[in-house]
């Protein structure tokens, strides 16, 4: 199975007077819902647009019927069908580029904040680009408030978030106002909070439901930094942690489990454990095989049911550590059957699949399953459960 196709190229635009470039839109179901604002756009999966008000924008999937009427009519392939109401959609009408930035029926919603980083990790699934990318926050800043307000979760994703971090803690607040039922989860890689203005920026957001995810590969500094492929980094990201903790602050430790971390994850589990007792998560992640993980395959590639019995130990340690811990993107049939209650579903659905021989299974339901994206690999431990 392939991802769902969140971005591409529209089949048609048709404008009849000046509108902006950069649009972002609102899908909205006409039968049951009038566009109440510019960004409203009527979605038409088939047949005729019937209105009696002509709409400023509509998209149209599919095929646009002759004679539908609206300012801005945006036609976009059979591959877009999965879009709905409430829908939000970001296109560029002098290039054509369309990117569904948020569904409504998804749980796993996220925004791209920048493709910028300071780290070049090994294993990076979004390979980081040195561009001036700052329209992508001003985005996100207009999409914010046309979100459905009963949404429980939104992600929030780099490159580096925190190389600009006065703008998005700005959009946090933007966040924290226009959906304060709704909460949020930054990945960074921690090391904007070595400094005390930014850690006291985020904590002052005082959002209710705000948590950041930072990642530590190893217990060994240099193994870290060998990871992220940035000298003193581990330091620094140590430090921002406890200056996160020291002001309140929920943080998610996550690990990327490859061939140069997994051998280490009991020593690593030990040490979050003797030194971070008070993170709020820790997360054991299996790798997504993808963007620098292909390039960097021979250095990364680990089948997880060569390091089961490792990993059962770690997320004991921290388990008795008092310490959360989940393990997330791993199959159940590669893992240990001690570790069951700790894998989460944990994959994005729009690259979340299953093999065919997972059609049996007892587990899938419950079960992680695979990333669709990149080049796929699997443990030789794949098979069908007939209990769970
Ligand atoms: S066979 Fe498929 S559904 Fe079953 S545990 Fe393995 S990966 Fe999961």
Not at 22 to 45: C, F, M, T, Y
Not at 92 to 112: E, M, Q
Not at 229 to 238: I, M, R, W, Y
Not at 286 to 301: H, K, S, V
Request: net charge negative; proline share 6%; with cysteine.
């Amino acid at each position: 199975m392939k991802p769902l196709v969140l971005g591409g190229k529209v089949k048609a635009v048709e404008i009849d007077n000046d509108v902006h470039n950069h649009q972002v839109l609102r899908l909205i179901d006409a039968s049951v819902e009038q566009p109440s604002g510019p960004n409203d756009a009527v979605l038409v999966k088939e047949g005729r647009l019937k209105l009696w008000v002509p709409p400023s924008a509509a998209v149209f999937v599919g095929e646009r019927p002759e004679g539908t009427p609206a300012p801005l009519a945006i036609t976009l392939g059979e591959e877009f069908s999965y879009l709905g109401p409430g829908d939000i959609l970001g296109v560029h009408l002098d290039t054509g580029k369309v990117r569904t930035l948020y569904r409504r029926s998804s749980r796993h919603n996220g925004f791209l904040l920048t493709e910028r980083c300071n780290h070049y990790c090994v294993m990076c699934s979004q390979p980081p680009k040195n561009v001036n990318d700052g329209w992508l926050l001003d985005e996100i800043a207009r999409v914010i408030p046309l979100i459905d307000f009963e949404t429980s979760y939104l992600g929030f994703t780099g490159g580096e978030p925190l190389l600009e971090w006065q703008r998005v803690v700005e959009l946090l607040r933007l966040t924290r106002d226009m959906l304060p039922n709704t909460a949020v989860h930054l990945l960074t890689n921690g090391r904007g909070f070595v400094n005390a203005e930014v850690t006291d920026a985020w904590a002052s957001i005082q959002h209710p439901n705000l948590s950041v995810g930072i990642p530590i590969y190893s217990a060994v500094d240099a193994i870290h930094d060998y990871v992220v492929q940035a000298l003193g980094a581990f330091d620094e990201t140590v430090l921002g942690i406890l200056r996160l903790k020291e002001l309140g602050q929920r943080v998610e430790v996550r690990v990327v489990l490859h061939a140069v971390t997994a051998p280490r994850i009991v020593e690593t589990a030990q040490w979050l454990a003797r030194n971070l007792p008070f993170v709020d998560h820790v997360a054991l992640m299996g790798l997504e095989n993808t963007g620098f993980a292909i390039a960097n395959d021979r250095l990364l590639w680990i089948d997880p049911l060569d390091f089961q019995e490792e990993l059962a130990l770690a997320v004991d340690i921290l388990d008795v550590a008092r310490v959360p811990v989940s393990v997330y993107n791993l199959p159940f049939c590669v893992l240990d059957q001690k570790v069951w209650p700790f894998a989460r579903q944990s994959i994005s659905d729009w690259k979340n699949t299953y093999l065919p021989q997972c059609a049996g299974c007892a587990a899938k339901t419950n079960c992680a399953g695979f990333f669709s994206t990149g080049r796929p690999k699997q443990s030789r431990a794949i098979e069908p459960l007939h209990t769970f």
